[in-house]
C-alpha cells in the first residue's frame, strides 16, 4: 500500500528542480508550432502548443464580400483542427515530462485498492 510512498517524499524534496522542469516543458509549449487547414488548404491558423492562435493566412481568392460565411467557416474548422493538435501535443509532451519527472508515481497511482468489503451475505453466497 506504501511501495510509493518514498517516490513521493523524493519528490517533495525535489520540487525546485520538479518547478524548472515545469518552467522547461511550459517554453517548450510555448515554441511548438502545429497548423490547422481547412477547404484544401485555402485558410490555414497556427497554434502554439500551449493552444494560443498565433497566425491565420486566408488565400487572397476568399476576401470578397461574397465568400464572407465560406470564409468565416473554413476559419473556424482551421483554428479546431490546430488547437486540437495543439492539446495532443500538450498532452504528450506533458505525460513525458512527468514520466521523466516523477518515476513510479504512475505505478503508485495505479495499484488496485483492496476489494470492498461486502455488506450484503447473499452478494457472497
Do not use: W
Amino acid at each position: 500500500m506504501f511501495r510509493g510512498l518514498g517516490n513521493l517524499m523524493s519528490l517533495l524534496r525535489n520540487a525546485s528542480q520538479l518547478s524548472q522542469r515545469m518552467e522547461q516543458l511550459t517554453q517548450q509549449l510555448q515554441q511548438h508550432r502545429v497548423e490547422g487547414t481547412a477547404g484544401g488548404g485555402i485558410v490555414r491558423v497556427e497554434c502554439d502548443g500551449t493552444g494560443q492562435l498565433v497566425r491565420c493566412r486566408v488565400d487572397p481568392s476568399l476576401l470578397g464580400e461574397e465568400n464572407r460565411e465560406l470564409l468565416e467557416d473554413l476559419l473556424v474548422a482551421a483554428a479546431n483542427e490546430a488547437l486540437n493538435k495543439a492539446r495532443e501535443y500538450m498532452a504528450q509532451a506533458t505525460q513525458e515530462q512527468m514520466g521523466t519527472m516523477l518515476p513510479g508515481l504512475q505505478e503508485m497511482l495505479s495499484q488496485t485498492a483492496p476489494e470492498a468489503i461486502q455488506d450484503d451475505p447473499e452478494e457472497s453466497a
